[in-house]
């Protein structure tokens, strides 16, 4: 099983590699009931002159049994997408260390806004 700290490295790497991050804008977000561990990169948009911010998000799926619930994510994205319903954007998977790349929506859950 893989420690929070594999995982914030893991994390960091792969913002590192694919996107030239740096570690100073990357951070670990608070989570929920589940064992999922999510980590936020954000920088610039150079297409945005009024220098907003864009975010991206890094899921972790720790544990044996998480691939299956990666993949159940998956699923459901893409039939919510099918069907015309706004859901975040999947930009890249790793099943191997059981990460999805996605887009960052906000801070507001489904939750809160039911």
Known sequence: MMTEDIAQDIAQNIFSEY???NKQKFTLL???ASTRQ???YKFPNPDNSSGAS???IL???PGKNSLASLKRFVFWQK???DKKITVPKIYG???KNQLILQEDIGDCSLQMRL
Do not use: K, T
């Open 59 to 61: 899921a972790y799926y």
């Open 19 to 21: 996107l030239g991050a």
């Open 54 to 56: 864009e975010n991206l």
């Open 30 to 32: 608070a989570g929920d």
């Open 38 to 40: 999510y980590y936020r």
């Open 93 to 95: 998977i790793d099943e």
């Open 79 to 81: 039939a919510y997408v």
